[in-house]
C-alpha cells in the first residue's frame, strides 16, 4: 500500500489544492491533506478552520484523510507510513523552492521520494494568497475556491474597503 502526504498550510484551500489532491488519490492508495498548523506566515484561518474547510472540500475522496501536523513534514510522513510526498507546481518560480525543499527532505529522510504535480492550466494563477487579495477587495473568488470558502472569505471581509482613486477628489474628476 503506498501512502502520500499533501502537505501545506492551505490558508485557505483553493481549486488548484483541490485538482493536485484528486489527482494524487488516483495515484497512491491514501493520501493524507496535511495542514502545516504554524507556517511561517500571517494566516487568515486558523489550523482547525483550515481543515475543516478541506475536509468539506475533500469529503467526496475516500482515500484522503485531512489533518492538521506541527512538526517536520518528514517526521509526519514517517509517523503515518508514508512513503511519497506530494507537491504541486504551478510555474518556473514554483521550482526553486520545491527544489530547495525536496533536497532538504532527501537528505533528512532519504527512504521519502517527492512526487510533484504540474497544475492544471485553468489552476496556473491561483495562489491562496491571490485568492485572500481578490477576496479582501470584494472580488468574484467562486471560481477560485469551493462553495464552503467562498462562504468563510465573504465572513472575513464582508464589505470591500473604499476604493479611492489617487488624484480625484470628491465628485469625481476635475
Not at 503506498?2 to 489532491?21: E, R
Not at 469529503?59 to 507537491?87: F, K, M, S
Not at 497544475?119 to 475556491?145: H, N, Y
Request: net charge neutral; proline share 5%.
Amino acid at each position: 500500500m503506498t501512502i502520500a502526504i499533501y502537505p501545506g498550510s492551505f490558508d485557505p484551500i483553493h481549486f488548484g489544492h483541490v485538482d493536485i489532491t484528486r489527482r494524487a488519490a488516483k495515484l497512491f492508495d491514501h493520501v493524507y491533506f496535511a495542514v502545516y498548523a504554524k507556517p511561517n506566515k500571517r494566516l487568515l484561518f486558523s489550523a482547525e478552520e483550515r481543515v475543516a474547510l478541506a475536509r468539506e472540500a475533500l469529503a467526496d475522496l475516500e482515500n484522503v484523510t485531512v489533518l492538521a501536523y506541527h512538526e517536520l513534514t518528514v517526521t509526519l510522513a514517517r509517523r503515518l507510513g508514508a512513503q511519497v510526498i506530494v507537491r504541486g507546481l504551478r510555474a518556473i518560480s514554483d521550482f526553486e523552492w520545491e527544489l530547495q525543499l525536496a533536497l532538504t527532505n532527501r537528505e533528512l529522510a532519504p527512504e521519502i521520494e517527492v512526487v510533484c504535480l504540474m497544475t492544471r492550466i485553468e489552476f496556473a494563477f491561483l495562489s491562496s494568497t491571490i485568492v485572500k487579495e481578490v477576496a479582501s477587495l470584494g472580488g468574484d473568488i467562486e471560481k477560485m475556491v469551493p462553495p464552503q470558502v467562498a462562504r468563510a472569505l465573504r465572513e472575513r471581509f464582508p464589505v470591500p474597503p473604499a476604493q479611492a482613486i489617487s488624484g480625484e477628489r470628491e465628485g469625481g474628476a476635475r
